[in-house]
């Protein structure tokens, strides 16, 4: 695996990243795990195997999903229930018919993103999150139901309201609880910014030098809106190491496959169907897949996988046929978020380590 060395020197003297850690494992093993560069590029840490970095968008799936997962498990939500159900103030036309599995699978017909931030900052911390639903309820569709998949944060932040207002619990509470917990998984966790947290800053890697916040963004959420509620959303807020992502990671591939030990958290039949993409949808539920011919997942993942990208430069995939785990975490966004060279990056090593081990 030296050529796997080499690639990711090259890439932090490219300025591809500041700092990176990546995971390979083959049949439940690890055949590869090193970490390469520096948390933060003025007085930063070299990078380590418990170096914390924000997941981004990786919440969507190892949280918000595994979560509606446990609830569909528990008969307490169900894939095919509508909005309406869950939250009476519905009452829009265009937005009546959208289901679970719809905002799961990225073709419920909104939007990809919007700045509520810009307005949420102004409001009183406690009121935010419910002003933030009125305002994805009262957002006109892009496109109708079905019709096209358009990958979107605000049915993830819907996902994160549907948890809180079916459960009881907030997202972090429920998936700690329910899931983490029980897994054993110690180091994948939101951090509530509307309380008082002692975390080491040294500990995690950098993420931009925010234009608006006037500071560069450590032990806190990155992406505006999450920060604007207070750190815990259903689209962004998770923060984790390679280790423990890896953890969670494994275990649903070896639930997946049938011989995992704690298969009564959550059951391999939802966790099969979670994991396959269904009629009318170009997604698996809160989990990618690779689309040729320019999957970031590159050319050598069978069809039968499953992946997620992060904004800061996380990743993950998983090929469930050959058992077969690639994870890069990196702090792609320090010191800002035009840095885009990871999306010809990402590809390339993937390849690489595809080529190396298959």
């Known amino acids: 695996m030296k050529k796997i060395d080499k690639a990711m020197l090259s890439a932090i003297e490219n300025g591809v990243f500041p700092g990176a850690s990546l995971l390979v494992s083959f049949n439940h093993q690890t ?122 944060d605000l049915g993830f932040m819907l996902l994160d309201a549907v948890i809180q207002k079916v459960s009881g619990y907030r997202l972090d509470d429920y998936i700690q ?20 947290h002692h975390w080491p800053t040294d500990a995690f890697a950098a993420t931009e030098h925010c234009p608006w916040r006037k500071k560069t963004i450590i032990a806190e959420v990155h992406d505006d809106n ?64 690779p689309t040729p011919p320019q999957s970031s997942s590159g050319q050598f993942f069978s069809e039968n996988s499953v992946g997620h990208l992060g904004f800061t430069g996380t990743s993950f995939w998983v090929d469930l046929d050959r058992s077969i785990i690639i994870i890069l975490l990196s702090n792609r966004v320090h010191p800002n978020r035009n840095n885009n060279k990871i999306r010809a990056f990402r590809p390339i090593i993937h390849d690489m380590i595809m080529q190396s081990i298959v």
């Open 226 to 289: 999450a920060y604007a509620v207070g750190g815990i959303c259903g689209h962004a807020g998770l923060f984790g190491t390679i280790h423990d992502v890896y953890q969670i990671l494994d275990q649903l591939l070896a639930i997946y496959n049938g011989h995992a030990a704690k298969q009564n958290i959550v059951h391999r039949k939802w966790v099969q169907r979670f994991l396959t993409v269904p009629e009318n949808a170009q997604r698996a539920l809160g989990f990618d897949v």
């Open 177 to 196: 609880k329910n899931i983490y917990q029980p897994l054993g998984i110690e180091k994948l966790f939101f951090i509530d910014l509307l309380k008082e």
């Open 31 to 152: 055949v590869y795990a090193k970490s390469f560069g520096v948390t933060r590029l003025q007085d930063g840490k070299n990078i380590n195997n418990a170096t914390i970095f924000d997941l981004a968008s990786l919440t969507k799936p190892l949280a918000t999903s595994i979560a509606i997962m446990h609830l569909v498990q528990a008969e307490k939500l169900f894939l095919n229930q509508p909005l309406l159900e869950i939250f009476s103030e519905t009452d829009q036309k265009d937005k009546i018919a959208i289901t679970i599995q719809h905002l799961l699978c990225h073709n419920s017909g909104l939007p990809a993103h919007r700045p509520y931030y810009e307005t949420l900052i102004h409001e009183q911390p406690h009121k935010r999150k419910h002003l933030l639903l009125k305002k994805i309820l009262n957002e006109p569709l892009i496109y109708p139901i079905e019709q096209k998949t358009v990958y979107s």
